[in-house]
């Protein structure tokens, strides 16, 4: 038998991973000017959350000398990569705050980084926006 008790904890666990400065391996440069952010992440993360990802990181291995790994994906917002990212690490995604815009953005940005869980799950959640509204 299968107890997943734990995973809410597991998943608090590696957000705060996610939310800590201090042990990241990468930095991930998302948008355009004059709405650029850089986030601070960690590379065995994504590697196993997105095979977009991997397939970048594969190609950008850690310098020998600690450099940072940086890669840029100017295709999506901010405020949408913040959403994505927190996914990634917490699989948990809530999307009721927002409006449809943004849940298209989500949608989009989930399917650039080939989320394949995710992106069924945004389609049926829009789906029934649709239907509603």
Not at 85 to 113: H, M, P, Q, T, W
Request: charged share 25%.
């Amino acid at each position: 038998m299968v107890d997943n008790k734990f995973l809410p904890k597991l998943s608090q666990n590696l957000l705060e991973i996610l939310d800590d400065d201090e042990y990241y391996d990468i930095t991930i440069e998302v948008g355009n000017e004059p709405h650029i952010k850089i986030f601070h992440a960690h590379t065995v993360i994504l590697n196993y959350r997105s095979s977009y990802l991997r397939r970048i990181l594969s190609t950008n291995k850690k310098k020998i000398n600690g450099t940072l790994i940086h890669i840029k994906l100017p295709n999506i917002s901010p405020k949408v990569f913040q959403i994505i990212l927190r996914y990634i690490y917490g699989g948990k995604l809530s999307l009721v705050e927002y409006d449809a815009s943004v849940i298209i953005k989500i949608l989009v940005a989930a399917s650039e980084l080939d989320l394949q869980e995710l992106i069924p799950h945004i389609k049926h959640i829009w789906l029934r926006i649709k239907q509603t509204g």
